[in-house]
């Protein structure tokens, strides 16, 4: 996913999020808890790791991008999640 980056890193990150929620390998209450600051949740080196890089790095350069993506994301637990690493994307706050 990092060889995609340079290519468009909103893309890269919602190609991530969408096989993560697709391939069922990690719970969804997992991904809330890490999109929300749960260091417990976090991995190396896997396509999780590199999905949770690409939508750090969006939400750094495009917010406002990630923003209007977040809003069509279903579940209101997921959105609050995405919300919370696009306010906090170096992973500072308090995880809710």
């Given at each position: 996913m990092e060889q995609w980056g340079h290519v468009d890193i909103?893309?890269?990150?919602?190609?991530?999020?969408?096989?993560?929620?697709?391939?069922?390998?990690?719970?969804?209450?997992?991904?809330?808890?890490?999109?929300?600051?749960?260091?417990?949740?976090?991995s190396d080196g896997d396509v999780l790791d590199r999905t949770f890089c690409a939508l750090r790095v969006w939400a750094v350069i495009?917010?406002?991008?990630?923003?209007?993506?977040?809003?069509?994301?279903?579940?209101?637990?997921?959105?609050?999640?995405?919300?919370w690493l696009l306010e906090n994307p170096w992973g500072t706050g308090p995880a809710e």
């Open positions: 909103g893309e890269t990150a919602q190609f991530g999020f969408d096989v993560l929620l697709r391939a069922k390998l990690w719970p969804r209450e997992n991904l809330i808890g890490l999109f929300s600051g749960d260091k417990k949740y976090e495009r917010p406002d991008e990630m923003k209007a993506w977040i809003a069509k994301q279903q579940g209101e637990d997921m959105r609050k999640a995405l919300a």
